[in-house]
């Protein structure tokens, strides 16, 4: 019976060890899974450019590109307002860089080295987004517009790239999993897009144009090269190098000089469909928008299977004669985005009539069928318009083209000013009125913005007043924003508050406030915020006053502090004397997420471990072996 109570017991012992032990894994796999790294939005705009720049906020933007890369951390978005950005980026970690659009915000090199230098370490690749921007003016020998460097699964996207002057407009090395799209890429001395040992990356629905070759792809295998306009390259639309198993399908390939060479073994067509190439010279007899041959690409024996468009005529029975364009005329050829282009063309048919008329656009694609039309639609770019007419026997007549550049109207900033700030000087909590106004050329005005050095942020309306300011000399900030989301340069004006005489101590100094800082720590680390710095040249302190930047406040001369979330917070320490009057200081933060049991041995949780499932399993099974074996020899002893 003894022995049977002790078998029980041990089963007991062993269920509750074992329960115990998968309860806990199930935790520490729900704390691991639960706990994602939260993105934030660095801000950026250059018409901030008195500042102040304390945390990359709206309200706070930074200057410059550069000093919101280097505040951001990994997986942050950095917003770009419009504007001309004159620096040369670098990028080193996982994060998107975001312009306000690619007609607005600028991004210029001078000339002078890569414009945007993405790299990532050898042993591990980073991920980068970048869209919304025109990047421009690279300069000396192999330094390029846009550079990515061991990067996998980023995004170039919606961007103006242009004037590599002795470099490529993009280049990828070493890189995978990378999208560039909907870009104008134009003007760059070496190649539009280079790929160099780079595998498993997507070209798609970019202007290429201008360029020595359009694409270049060297020891690079497995791409997708697809409904991409290669347009009058000087040496190639693509040039191929040791790479192979790459899909080219869709692309509009006109002018180049030629438009390709492959030696290598690539795939020119997808699903039955080639390429459209401007000097194909065979025939669509059956009308399928196929060519009834394949075209052969130049340097070895690749070819495109199923070429598309730019046919030859067909015989026409009976000897027709084809009809031809006689004149075209657009005006303006040269105009801003939304301004109005008139289209008018004409044809001769010796021997008919003429019965239709076809007008496309290498950018925009059909634009009409009318002999003679306007538009406002035409897309920022240089177009290619192609013009031809039709005869009453079917026949199309050879395409006339003509050349159009639309170029894009960049938002012009706004303006503000300072109307009145009365009364100047003031006295200590008297009502004083301020009111301001702003103007935008091209929009309407839709914000406000009303800043101290001394105070913060004092009020969003254009009219306002206020009893509430602190002693002293303050320097005022005002601006306003437009509908297109830019804010105008600020204007200052100096506001003195003087002690108020009608208070009961007239005599009385305001104390000095000291907000201690600035400070740093880590998130659920306690921070003790020290405002012991301040004083009261003829009296003392009696009230202090914090705020820790996330809605949370304390109340004595040195206050702590937990925060949950990193970033960049402004700390407000509010000092008041014994006879009323108060003053006010800043200073900053910066929470950092908490370092991992591998980086601070000492200071780690065990729950900032991530350990993998197999490795838990492993552990697991150990411990559960160690209570089997503990309560064997257990039992012998009994």
């Known amino acids: 019976m003894e022995r049977d109570q002790k078998m029980v017991l041990g089963k007991e012992i062993l269920a509750f060890v074992m329960s115990m032990v998968v309860i806990s894994l199930l935790g520490d796999l729900f704390i691991i899974q639960s706990c994602p790294a939260q993105a934030n939005i660095i801000y950026v705009n250059d018409s901030n450019t008195e500042g102040p720049w304390w945390d990359g906020t709206q309200d706070y933007p930074y200057q410059t590109i550069q000093e919101g890369i280097a505040a951001a951390n990994v997986g942050d978005t950095v917003s770009v307002s419009s504007g001309t950005y004159n620096e040369n980026v670098n990028i080193d970690k996982d994060l998107s860089l975001i312009g306000k659009n690619k007609d607005a915000t600028f991004i210029d090199g001078g000339r002078n080295g890569h414009v945007l230098n993405v790299r990532g370490p050898t042993d591990g690749e980073i991920h980068v987004h970048i869209s919304g921007l025109t990047i421009r003016n690279a300069g000396g020998s192999g330094f390029d517009c846009v550079t990515f460097s061991y990067v996998t699964n980023g995004e170039i996207s ?158 026409q029975p009976g000897g027709n004669q084809l009809p031809t364009v006689l004149s075209l005329s657009i005006s303006p050829t040269s105009a801003t985005f939304g301004e109005r282009v008139s289209f008018s063309g004409e044809g001769l048919d010796t021997d008919g009539t003429i019965d239709a008329y076809y007008w496309r656009s290498n950018l925009d694609g059909k634009l009409s069928e009318e002999q003679s039309f306007s538009t406002t639609t035409l897309s920022v770019g240089v177009h290619t318009i192609y013009f031809k007419v039709l005869d009453n026997n079917g026949a199309w007549s050879t395409e006339a083209t003509e050349m159009v550049t639309i170029s894009s109207v960049a938002n012009k900033a706004p303006t503000s000013v300072i109307d009145e700030i009365s009364p100047n000087p003031a006295k200590q909590y008297e009502t004083i009125l301020f009111h301001g106004h702003g103007a935008d050329s091209d929009g309407i005005i839709i914000g406000y913005k009303w800043l101290s050095n001394r105070d913060g942020v004092l009020s969003t309306q254009s009219t306002f007043s206020t009893s509430a300011l602190s002693l002293g000399t303050h320097t005022i900030y005002f601006q306003v924003k437009d509908n297109t989301n830019d804010w105008s340069q600020q204007v200052t004006r100096t506001l003195i508050i003087e002690k108020n005489s009608s208070q009961m101590n007239p005599d009385n100094q305001a104390p000095i406030a000291n907000a201690g800082g600035p400070y740093q720590g880590k998130v659920n680390e306690m921070i003790t915020f020290d405002g012991s710095g301040s004083y009261d040249q003829d009296g003392t302190i009696t009230v202090y006053q914090w705020s820790f930047g996330d809605n949370s406040t304390g109340s004595s001369v040195s206050s702590t502090h937990t925060y949950t979330t990193p970033g960049t917070y402004i700390i407000t320490v509010q000092v008041t004397d014994d006879d009323g009057a108060d003053a006010t200081a800043f200073t900053s933060i910066v929470i950092s997420q908490s370092y991992s049991q591998a980086d601070d041995p000492e200071n780690a949780s065990a729950f900032a471990f991530e350990l993998s499932f197999p490795i838990i399993i492993v552990a697991v099974f150990l411990s559960v072996l160690g209570v089997i074996a503990g309560f064997i020899v257990w039992m012998k002893k009994r």
């Open 158 to 315: 919606n961007n103006t790239i242009l004037n590599s002057q002795q470099g490529e407009g993009i280049s990828l090395d070493h890189c995978q999993d990378i999208t560039i799209s909907d870009n104008v890429i134009y003007n760059n001395a070496m190649a539009g897009v280079s790929l160099t040992l780079s595998e498993q990356n997507v070209i798609s629905n970019n202007i290429i144009q201008y360029n020595q070759k359009g694409i270049h792809l060297s020891f690079s295998n497995n791409n997708e090269i697809f409904r991409n306009t290669i347009y009058e390259n000087t040496q190639y639309g693509v040039y191929i190098v040791q790479s192979s198993s790459n899909v080219f399908s869709f692309n509009d390939f006109t002018g180049n000089l030629p438009n390709a060479r492959d030696p290598s073994m690539n795939v020119w067509s997808s699903n039955g469909q080639g390429n459209y190439w401007d000097d194909y010279n065979k025939y669509d007899n059956n009308s399928d928008g196929i060519g009834d041959a394949p075209y052969a690409i130049s340097g070895g024996s690749s070819q495109d299977e199923y070429p598309l468009g730019y046919f030859k005529q067909p015989e």
